[in-house]
DNA sequence: TTTATATTTAGCTAATTTGCTAAATTGATT
DNA sequence: AATCAATTTAGCAAATTAGCTAAATATAAA
């Protein structure tokens, strides 16, 4: 479950041009080993991408590349898996569930008219 | 519809602590006014709140919580109204659902398998 | 063991952000 | 017209962020 701390990290790490687009290259970017359907959905290698791979499609320096990753890591909304010496990374879809259900209650609960219910008058 | 742009800015704003917090109290805190049940649900100054009476409840000076509001309707999360001196301040559901929905999507359609249809091989 | 590859860490600078107080603005009330 | 209430604007300082290059680390390959 995510606490308040955790969702703002969240925010922050998508509130910046170049990590939503980082994030958004690392679902829909098409990394070649990504596409590779004759390797298996589960083989972490076959679906996920790296570091160098991400950072060639920016026109920014390796080391800020990296910097983003790990706050985004550190978001939970990638994951950075170390195979060898290479860091594989993935989008962390647990994540993405749990915000999207977040938006999704605040809406519903807004629209069942269920907020509003203290009297804080002064 | 919100583009990239609008989402990062969406991000950006909720990616604050004291932003956050002032959000959440928009929808949670129970304002007098938001609770009276005598008056019509769609009637605006029944049922938002104004700049000072959110400032109250943090400990920053007004100007502060004045400027943190102004970029949440800039991202379009909050709408402020005016209303002879006053501004009514009332959540923006269309954006919470746009953002539900964006969030749902990119799961459902990850789940789906849909994504990772390119072949960038290099 | 040397070299190449993948990544991070350190240290720097410029830009941006977040807070403040004081002053200005707008509209309501006396 | 003078004052009060609600809000914003301006201008400042401190903190944070986002970029860079150079150096360090870790693993793989020759």
Avoid: W
């Amino acid at each position: 479950m995510l606490d308040m701390n955790d969702k703002i990290k969240i925010f922050k790490a998508l509130g910046n041009e170049t990590r939503f687009k980082i994030f958004k290259n690392i679902f829909t970017g098409g990394y070649a080993c990504s596409i590779d359907n004759t390797q298996p959905k589960d083989d972490l290698i076959a679906q996920a991408t790296c570091v160098t791979s991400i950072a060639e499609q920016f026109d920014f320096a390796l080391p800020t590349i990296s910097r983003h990753l790990k706050e985004m890591k550190d978001a939970k909304i990638i994951t950075m898996t170390k195979n060898k010496n290479k860091i594989y990374i993935e989008p962390n879809i647990e994540t993405m569930k749990e915000i999207a259900e977040c938006f999704g209650t605040l809406v519903a609960d807004y629209e069942k008219g269920t907020l509003f219910q203290f009297d804080n008058t002064k």
